[in-house]
């Protein structure tokens, strides 16, 4: 067993971005010195909001603290499967909230959505994205797993993380790297998602979660015995010190798990 998560905590969302960037950035370094591109996969919900009050707000001009946006590669930890202008497609929330607003002179990053004509052969769909991490994972050499600079995820209400739900079987699938999901019990129901192997393998995963309607799944999260089959929980266990939570007071209040202030 390795060392427990870290769970960072800020009053509030203006407080949690500084912070957020600095680790960001801190994995951008990591990943441009070891392959010279950042390999970063992203969700939905609130957390590219949050990431682009991270990533725009000026920094303090040193090379450290400045996004190489040129140098990135942002896949989807899960994508729904709906036209990429739809307004559950997680890619359009990307584009809109983060990739829209980057200044010219941060560079462009290459960003990799699903393929649409597969919508309606979301196992195709999942195929197709397997193979294109396989083309920038292991062009070289095969690998077991991707290994992403960094994973940036949300936690829903029950737990879930990318389309991992609670009790569903994907949860044991450890094979495939990506995969299909028909049912989700969250609209909408087709969908494809990395696999928790390819998950908790990440060099750095980040968990953003904030709000008071998070108080309740991260007490199970970090306090309770009984909350360790949620799938964010299972990230936890799997990817052990190499998961930070940023979460506001409110998202983490009454949990009793040691919380940290800065980096």
């Known amino acids: 067993m390795g060392k427990p998560p870290n769970l960072y905590s800020y009053p509030s969302t203006d407080e949690l971005a500084p912070q957020l960037r600095a680790f960001v950035l801190s994995a951008q370094a990591a990943g441009l010195e070891h392959h010279n591109t950042f390999r970063v996969g992203v969700s939905g919900g609130s957390l590219p909001k949050t990431l682009a009050q991270a990533l ?27 036209p990429l202008d739809h307004p559950d497609s997680n890619y359009k929330l990307v584009k809109e909230e983060l990739l829209d607003k980057i200044p010219a002179q941060l560079g462009k990053p290459s960003v990799y959505p699903i393929e649409v004509k597969y ?7 999942a195929d197709q994205y397997e193979k294109l991490l396989v083309s920038k994972f292991a062009a070289k050499d095969s690998v077991k797993l991707p290994v992403f600079d960094l994973l940036l995820l949300g936690c829903g209400p029950d ?6 739900f609670p009790g569903h079987p994907l949860l044991r699938e450890n094979a495939a790297w990506v995969c299909a ?37 991260l007490r199970q999260i970090f306090d309770n015995e009984e909350g360790q089959a949620i799938p964010s929980a299972l990230v936890n266990e799997g990817g052990a010190e190499k998961v930070s939570w940023f979460t506001d007071n409110a998202a983490v209040e009454g949990v009793s798990f040691p919380r940290r202030g800065n980096l």
């Open 56 to 82: 725009l707000a000026p920094g303090n001009g040193s090379a450290e603290d400045t996004a190489k946006f040129d140098s990135w590669e942002i896949f989807f930890a899960d994508e729904r499967a709906v």
């Open 119 to 125: 919508l309606n052969d979301v196992d195709e769909m």
């Open 159 to 164: 737990g879930h993380t990318c389309s991992l």
């Open 181 to 217: 999901i028909e049912d989700s019990p969250k609209p909408p129901p087709k969908r494809i998602t990395l696999s928790l192997p390819v998950v908790t393998a990440a060099s750095k995963i980040g968990f953003v979660a904030t709000g008071g309607g998070k108080k309740d799944i």
